[in-house]
């Protein structure tokens, strides 16, 4: 499965954007993961096949993950935006397989089958 990301940007504080991850085929565990200048991989919000979410404390209430299945496709929906969510935004996906929710929810970025090239978000104060 290859995953393709789209919908980034540049906006000013207490912003939104809405960013969007392309995926070839059907998967099982997909998530949002974004990465600062001189940062690891931080993990912001994960979705599996059956609907159930988790968030990153610093993005919750201000972000929404969701999916449309029938399109193979995952949102990322960021409201409130602040200076700190100025990163690079990877969407990460695995095909179907009995990994679980507790594998989903804490997988590292590099544990992903499926990595996107990123898309540049930047929030201006």
């Known amino acids: 499965v290859q995953v393709t990301e789209s919908g980034g940007g540049s906006v000013q504080e207490g912003g939104s954007l809405e960013l969007s991850c392309a995926a070839s085929g059907r998967t099982d565990c997909m998530a949002w993961f974004r990465q600062a200048p001189g940062k690891e991989h931080e993990g912001v919000a994960q979705i599996i096949e059956n609907g159930i979410t988790n968030y990153a404390n610093s993005v919750k209430g201000r972000f929404t993950i969701s999916q449309d299945s029938a399109k193979h496709t995952l949102y990322l929906k960021m409201t409130n935006l602040q200076p700190g969510d100025t990163a690079t935004y990877y969407c990460?996906?695995?095909?179907?397989?009995?990994?679980?929710?507790?594998?989903?929810?804490?997988?590292?970025?590099?544990?992903?089958?499926?990595r996107g090239q990123g898309t540049q978000v930047t929030i201006s104060s």
């Open positions: 990460a996906a695995d095909p179907p397989a009995d990994n679980g929710v507790e594998w989903c929810f804490n997988a590292d970025f590099s544990e992903f089958t499926s």
